[in-house]
């Protein structure tokens, strides 16, 4: 079974025992140390590691289709986004009668612009089953016709990037209309309460943050059961040499279809549970800065690992924190400075830094040799 | 009465009605026939009225000067280019100016590009692998599992080629002409018919271009092959038939000691090295 087959591999296990072991610690942490001990771990640090963990889950999705395909999408920020606006949408209609103008049925913001009925595409996000169908289609059938559209005509490379650069730009553009319906420039917030748990409680948000870690897993066991099929390698023979891939049979733009459409879901549950942890969804996750940034957590953990993207997911925004605490000015002068060093120092990443130990070790095996001979 | 009976045998599908996934037929000897076919690109004749016939089983060589439309014949053979008139039929059944590329290509046509292309990355056992006659869907590809039977395969081809020491490496970091020889290995795994081999030695070295006579004579019989080549040392060691292409068309036709005494092919060829 192509999704057990990970379980059985050993760099898998030990990436998700360390990332529930990470769970554990921080959930006990959490809930048993005094608040005064230096060891507790506040609902606000419980919250920002959940935020990362969305991170991370968004730099796996872009890792698959830019590591394993070689597809650089510069547009991934919009599947996050549109996942993100499905769960807002949902988190709105729970408010209620709750909202600043009490109406029982429109949100405020609809309310404020005079409209008197709900628009036709809001209908069912008050069902949670609904909405969280909803997280998983809206970024997965805009993948779909983006990427029908784009691999049936060949476009690859350069051009590929470009166009899901401004299609990005093209939704930030859109969703900033009042017009569309999804709360302009404002987006969507003041959530109350998710499936019942009331958002600003200690224990919601811890387990928002034990669910954003087994979202993490269970993304990083799918990404990783395709790259270690026989999918997955022709992924890699469709990235090194797409026109020999298709004279041995494989039909392409299917693959790099079925892979990016896999992936913009996994953006689109990240985005989700992103929302509730930070409580508010607005067009500027759309903006193409974002979707870039995506990009330089993957490069700067290692491409074509999946756990790379993780690392630098994880090690990017705690350094994004720290620094935009001590001088908010330097970020991003320090991510630009950081993603020159490590493309001209690290070509692989810091997991590269970290496989290219064990490769010394295994350089005496037998097929090495025969390999330089 | 015969032929009454033949219509009335319900459990078969007349012959026009088969899908066109038929086997391919080849009882009446040839598995490729070209006849009378022109292509012209902008006004020239890339090819020029040209009759070609490939046994089943048969190693030819084609042979002729730069521009002569060997490349020009094969695009034709393998669905990339639609030549202006003539026929060519792969077997009696399969009209090949009616289909695609890649259901060329699964029928049973391979065709070996002049530079080596392999999947750098991954090692010389999983580009055997993924060439392999399968069900080459998305689905099924996801699902697959590495049945005995196809472990077999690809240890049966990698002994052909000669590779098998090296199963394990990536294919990058082997020899030029390694990698023509893991390319060929490749069509093999797709099962072919017909081979369209394109230069194979151009780069290699003397003892690489025996390794790839041999190899190449030894699958004659099984498939049918067909060698574009410059090399006339490397065609006189594996030729049984040569054809001399010249202008679009065939010059000469037969054995190499023929057509190097053809006076017509020393003039437009063999001449030049000569």
Same mark, same amino acid.
């Given at each position: 079974?192509w999704l057990?087959?990970?379980?059985?591999?050993?760099s898998t296990?030990?990436f998700?025992?360390v990332?529930?072991?990470?769970?554990?610690?921080?959930?006990?942490l959490?809930?048993?140390?005094?608040?005064?001990?230096?060891?507790?771990v506040?609902?606000?640090?419980?919250?920002?590691?959940?935020k990362?963990?969305?991170y991370?889950?968004l730099?796996?999705a872009?890792?698959?289709?830019?590591?394993y395909?070689?597809?650089l999408?510069l547009?991934?920020?919009?599947f996050?986004?549109?996942? !993100?606006?499905?769960m807002?949408?949902y988190?709105?209609r729970?408010i209620?009668?709750?909202?600043?103008?009490g109406?029982p049925v429109?949100?405020d913001?609809?309310?404020?612009?005079?409209?008197?009925?709900?628009?036709w595409y809001?209908?069912?996000?008050?069902m949670a089953w609904?909405?969280?169908?909803?997280v998983?289609l809206?970024?997965g059938?805009?993948?779909l016709v983006?990427?029908?559209?784009a691999?049936?005509?060949?476009?690859t490379?350069?051009?590929?990037?470009?166009?899901?650069?401004?299609?990005t730009?093209?939704?930030?553009?859109?969703?900033?209309?009042?017009?569309?319906?999804?709360g302009g420039?404002?987006?969507l917030?003041?959530f109350?309460d998710i499936?019942g748990?009331?958002?600003?409680t200690?224990?919601?948000r811890?387990?928002?943050?034990?669910?954003?870690?087994?979202?993490?897993?269970?993304?990083?066991?799918?990404?990783?059961g395709?790259?270690t099929?026989?999918?997955?390698?022709?992924s890699?023979?469709?990235r090194?040499?797409?026109a020999?891939?298709?004279?041995?049979?494989?039909?392409?733009?299917r693959v790099?279809?079925?892979?990016f459409?896999?992936?913009?879901?996994l953006a689109?549950?990240?985005?989700?549970?992103?929302v509730?942890?930070?409580?508010?969804?607005?067009?500027?996750?759309?903006?193409?800065?974002?979707s870039?940034?995506?990009?330089?957590?993957?490069?700067?953990?290692?491409?074509?690992?999946?756990?790379?993207?993780?690392i630098g997911?994880?090690?990017?925004n705690?350094?994004?924190?720290?620094?935009?605490?001590?001088?908010?000015?330097?970020w991003?002068f320090?991510?630009g400075?950081?993603?020159v060093?490590?493309t001209?120092f690290?070509p692989? !990443?810091?997991?590269?830094?970290?496989?290219?130990?064990?490769?010394?070790?295994d350089?005496?095996?037998?097929?090495?040799?025969?390999?330089?001979? | 009465?015969?032929?009454?009976?033949?219509?009335t045998n319900?459990?078969?599908?007349f012959e026009?009605?088969?899908?066109?996934?038929?086997p391919?037929?080849v009882r009446?000897?040839?598995?490729?026939?070209m006849e009378?076919?022109?292509?012209?690109?902008?006004?020239?004749?890339?090819i %020029?009225?040209?009759?070609l016939?490939?046994?089943?089983?048969?190693?030819?060589c084609?042979?002729?000067? %730069?521009g002569a439309?060997k490349?020009t014949?094969?695009?034709?053979?393998t669905?990339?280019t639609?030549?202006?008139?003539?026929s060519?039929?792969?077997?009696?059944?399969?009209?090949?100016l009616?289909m %695609?590329?890649?259901?060329?290509?699964?029928?049973?046509?391979?065709?070996?590009?002049?530079?080596?292309?392999?999947f750098?990355?991954?090692?010389?056992?999983?580009?055997?692998?993924l060439?392999m006659a399968?069900?080459?869907r998305?689905?099924?590809?996801l699902?697959?599992?590495m049945?005995?039977?196809?472990?077999?395969?690809?240890?049966?081809?990698?002994?052909m080629?000669?590779l098998?020491d090296?199963?394990?490496?990536?294919a990058?970091i082997?020899s030029?002409?390694?990698?023509q020889w893991?390319?060929?290995?490749?069509?093999?795994?797709?099962?072919?018919?017909?081979?369209?081999?394109?230069e194979?030695?151009?780069?290699?070295t003397?003892?690489e271009?025996?390794?790839?006579?041999?190899l190449?004579t030894s699958?004659?019989?099984?498939?049918?092959v067909?060698?574009v080549?410059?090399d006339?040392g490397?065609?006189?060691?594996?030729?049984?038939?040569?054809?001399?292409?010249?202008?679009?068309?065939?010059?000469?036709?037969?054995?190499?000691?023929?057509?190097? %005494?053809?006076?017509?092919?020393?003039?437009?060829?063999?001449?030049e090295?000569?």
């Open positions: 079974m057990t087959r990970p379980l059985q591999e050993r296990q030990i998700l025992g990332l529930f072991g990470a769970l554990v610690i921080v959930s006990a959490h809930l048993f140390m005094p608040q005064d001990s230096a060891l507790y506040s609902s606000y640090t419980v919250t920002l590691l959940g990362y963990l969305c991370a889950l730099a796996v872009v890792d698959l289709v830019w590591g395909l070689g597809i999408s547009g991934h920020g919009a996050f986004a549109l996942g !993100g606006y499905a807002g949408m988190l709105m729970q209620g009668d709750r909202g600043v103008y109406d429109l949100p913001f609809m309310v404020f612009l005079n409209w008197q009925e709900l628009p809001w209908a069912g996000f008050d609904f909405a969280f169908i909803m998983l809206a970024p059938i805009l993948a983006f990427g029908f559209l691999f049936r005509s060949r476009v490379g350069v051009y590929l990037s470009i166009i899901t650069q401004a299609l730009f093209a939704l930030m553009l859109a969703f900033f209309r009042n017009e569309m319906g999804f420039n404002n987006g917030t003041d109350k499936l748990f009331d958002l600003r200690d224990a919601t811890l387990g928002l943050f034990l669910a954003t870690g087994i979202a993490l897993a269970i993304g990083y066991v799918i990404c990783r395709i790259v099929s026989k999918l997955g390698r022709v890699v023979a469709c090194d040499a797409e020999r891939t298709r004279f041995i049979g494989y039909r392409v733009e790099q279809l079925f892979v459409v896999v992936s913009a879901m689109g549950v990240a985005g989700a549970l992103y509730p942890q930070v409580g508010i969804i607005n067009p500027s996750e759309f903006s193409p800065l974002f870039i940034e995506v990009v330089v957590w993957v490069a700067l953990g290692g491409r074509a690992t999946l756990y790379g993207a993780v997911a994880l090690l990017v705690y350094a994004k924190t720290v620094f935009t605490g001590i001088m908010p000015d330097a991003l320090a991510l400075g950081l993603f060093l490590v001209v690290l692989k !990443g810091i997991a590269g830094l970290m496989s290219r130990r064990s490769k010394k070790d350089t005496d095996t037998p097929s090495a040799q025969e390999a330089t001979a | 009465m015969s032929i009454f009976q033949e219509l319900r459990d078969q599908v026009f009605l088969a899908p066109v996934q038929s391919v037929d009446h000897g040839p598995i490729l026939y009378d076919v022109s292509v012209s690109f902008d006004g020239f004749k890339a %020029n009225n040209l009759n016939t490939i046994d089943d089983g048969e190693l030819r084609i042979i002729g000067p %730069n439309g490349t014949m094969m695009d034709i053979i669905g990339k639609r030549p202006d008139t003539g060519v039929w792969f077997g009696s059944r399969h009209n090949l009616t %695609n590329e890649p259901d060329i290509a699964t029928l049973g046509i391979g065709r070996k590009f002049q530079k080596p292309t392999v750098e990355a991954l090692t010389v056992f999983e580009n055997l692998e060439a399968t069900d080459k998305i689905f099924p590809t699902t697959a599992t049945k005995p039977e196809y472990r077999e395969r690809i240890e049966e081809v990698l002994e080629i000669g098998k090296l199963r394990n490496a990536p990058g082997l030029h002409g390694q990698k893991l390319e060929i290995g490749m069509l093999l795994m797709q099962k072919p018919r017909l081979l369209l081999v394109d194979p030695v151009a780069g290699m003397e003892q271009m025996e390794r790839t006579a041999e190449l699958l004659a019989g099984k498939q049918s067909v060698v080549e410059h006339m490397f065609v006189r060691s594996i030729a049984r038939k040569v054809t001399v292409l010249h202008q679009g068309s065939v010059l000469a036709e037969g054995s190499m000691d023929e057509v190097s %005494n053809d006076p017509e092919v020393v003039k437009v060829y063999l001449g090295e000569a």
